[in-house]
């Protein structure tokens, strides 16, 4: 136990200076030098090929052009109209949207997502963060009072979690009742979080 004692500690000061020096190494690199490779490139040169590394905010902005499977039941409900153009369910649905838009944050409406054998769920945002390209899924619950739409929902958080979506990682959640309205502010903080 005693010899134990004697080596833990310079263990520890070895690990501390290996990060150290890891640390001053990267504060040294030049970490957009992957993605100039192939933007530095001529015109001509840059169309013959897909580079390995694409700057995460391109490839948002590429995501969010893309076609993907959208949910196609109930397109009467579709009434409202986002500032980006796009029709959704609910005047909560296009705040939230509206929100996403101005902040320049890539986003797809009511896109399919599987979340295991049988169950395919349409988050109504799907988002993609532009530092890291990281996806988030943003769902709105308007109608908990109505008891059926609260059983739906409580199964849809628990078909997450089964698929490794929690709220403690990718998945924002935001709810209203006649008693309890939109909160805006956790919104905000939901949207300078997806701007990091």
């Known amino acids: 136990m005693h010899a134990r004692k004697k080596y833990v500690p310079r263990l520890i000061k070895a690990l501390n200076?290996?990060?150290?020096?890891?640390?001053?190494?990267?504060?040294?690199?030049?970490?957009?030098a992957?993605?100039?490779?192939?933007?530095d490139l001529p015109d001509g040169i840059r169309r013959l090929f897909t580079p390995d590394f694409i700057r995460p905010e391109h490839l948002c902005?590429?995501?969010?052009?893309q076609d993907h499977p959208q949910h196609t039941g109930h397109p009467e409900n579709l009434i409202f109209e986002t500032s980006r153009g796009d029709m959704v369910r609910s005047k909560t649905e296009v705040i939230i949207a509206?929100?996403?838009y101005s902040n320049d944050i890539a986003y797809r409406y009511e896109q399919e997502v599987s979340l295991g054998?049988?169950?395919?769920?349409?988050?109504?945002?799907?988002?993609?963060?532009?530092?890291?390209a990281k996806i988030f899924y943003w769902e709105h619950f308007g109608r908990l009072t109505d008891p059926q739409y609260a059983e739906e929902?409580?199964?849809k958080l628990n078909m997450y979690a089964r698929a490794g979506i929690t709220t403690a990682d990718d998945l924002l959640i935001t709810w209203e009742c006649y008693e309890v309205p939109f909160d805006r502010a956790a919104a905000a903080r939901y949207i300078r979080m997806l701007k990091e």
């Open 117 to 132: 054998p049988g169950f395919t769920c349409h988050p109504d945002f799907t988002i993609m963060r532009k530092s890291d």
């Open 61 to 65: 902005e590429e995501w969010a052009l």
């Open 17 to 32: 200076d290996e990060i150290d020096s890891l640390s001053d190494a990267c504060r040294g690199l030049d970490h957009d």
């Open 98 to 100: 509206d929100m996403l």
């Open 153 to 155: 929902f409580v199964t």
């Open 34 to 39: 992957r993605y100039r490779a192939y933007e």
